[in-house]
């Protein structure tokens, strides 16, 4: 089935740890996307990628790091510089022109404990 | 700098009653889409409207989109348990903007 794979679904970490959230898609996108979510809030974009080897900072990316070194692949690393990194990540792609569509994953529950 | 706006922030209704969110931009939009998110779940996509004016309907739902392109609305007619959720609008102009969305929740 074609879509975006997103894992792991839950993540616990402790403080001063880094840990990378997976995303992956076979839509063939060109356009993929990181945003963050709050309980009870709205999305709020971290990092965003238009091509491979290249991406642009989003609205929240400081303590935040991406790749993208494959089409398929964008991985989000939350570093330890993230102050208040709780919260539930989205990963989403788009195939990258402005009258777009954007797919999203099922979402990654980070938890800091 | 760009911001999407939506009203009101929560909504709770008795199940059979209307529901309208409201969606207003700092700036010109050159299109508006709708997303909906149950609750545990990843925003899905609803509907892309372009023209100004446009107005599209599915179903129960009806999307429109305002004269300047800067605001849009969708209404819910007849709400049921299934529409509970968080609506958002996301507008673009050199990018992508998510509104703040609306949490519904229906009561039976």
């Known amino acids: 089935d074609g879509g975006i794979t997103q894992s792991p679904k839950y993540l616990f970490r402790k403080e001063g740890q880094n840990v990378t959230l997976s995303c992956e898609q076979n839509?063939?996108?060109?356009?993929m996307y990181w945003y963050r979510q709050d309980p009870g809030q709205g999305l709020r974009l971290i990092y965003y990628?238009?091509?491979?080897?290249?991406?642009q900072k989003g609205d929240i990316a400081e303590g935040y790091s991406v790749s993208r070194e494959k089409k398929e692949s964008f991985p989000l690393t939350v570093t330890s510089a993230q102050k208040n990194p709780t919260a539930f990540y989205l990963c989403?792609?788009?195939?990258?022109?402005?009258?777009?569509?954007?797919?999203f994953g099922e979402g990654s529950w980070l938890t800091v404990v | 700098g760009q911001q999407v706006m939506q009203i009101p922030q929560y909504q709770h209704v008795q199940e059979g009653e209307d529901f309208t969110t409201y969606c207003n931009s700092s700036?010109?939009?050159?299109?508006i889409q709708w997303y909906k998110q149950r609750p545990g779940g990843h925003p899905v996509f609803l509907i892309q409207?372009?023209?100004?004016?446009e107005v599209k309907k599915q179903k129960r739902l009806t999307f429109q989109f305002g004269e300047a392109k800067k605001n849009s609305s969708l209404h819910i007619t007849a709400t049921q348990t299934t529409d509970v959720g968080t609506y958002f609008c996301?507008?673009?102009?050199?990018?992508?903007?998510f509104g703040t969305g609306t949490r519904l929740q229906v009561f039976p």
């Open positions: 700036t010109t939009l050159s299109n």
């Open positions: 989403a792609s788009s195939k990258g022109d402005s009258l777009d569509t954007i797919y």
């Open positions: 409207l372009v023209k100004s004016g």
């Open positions: 990628s238009q091509i491979v080897n290249d991406f």
């Open positions: 839509l063939n996108h060109d356009a």
């Open positions: 996301a507008g673009h102009t050199d990018k992508l903007i």
